[in-house]
């Protein structure tokens, strides 16, 4: 079991910076892929980002590609989305999510969610 607490959303403006943090319980975090998706209003929720079990294989979305990282610290159970450049289009409700294998999350799908954290990004 995985519990996942998403936080660091808030306001920036446009070509702006935000990192957003997610921290997990459960004595198994090491073994588990984890990821980032988001949702803006009236939106399906799509991919942005994942991150394997060890930290070889990372993925994003083309449209944060270049823009957005993702890392973890296993020794924090903490997962890290930084986020530069921003663009307005990058406003929604981010989730930390968690699964035991990197494909899973990049297809959309999550064993584990995090409640979200909004990011507003204004022009």
């Known amino acids: 079991q995985v519990q996942l607490v998403d936080s660091g959303g808030g306001w920036a403006q446009a070509g702006g910076s935000l990192r957003l943090s997610c921290v997990a319980s459960?004595?198994?975090?090491?073994?588990?892929?984890l990821g980032w998706f988001r949702q803006a209003p009236g939106k399906e929720r799509e991919f942005v980002a994942a991150?394997?079990?060890?930290?070889?294989?990372?993925y994003y979305a083309e449209s944060v590609k270049g823009r957005f990282t993702i890392s973890r610290d296993d020794a924090a159970n903490t997962v890290y989305l930084q986020m530069q450049h921003l663009k307005p289009d990058d406003t929604a409700r981010y989730y930390c999510?968690?699964?035991?294998?990197?494909?899973?999350?990049?297809?959309?799908?999550?064993?584990?969610w995090g409640q979200g954290t909004q990011v507003t990004v204004s022009s």
């Open positions: 999510s968690a699964d035991l294998t990197v494909r899973t999350l990049v297809s959309g799908v999550a064993q584990y």
């Open positions: 459960g004595r198994t975090f090491g073994d588990y892929a």
């Open positions: 991150i394997s079990w060890n930290g070889g294989k990372i």
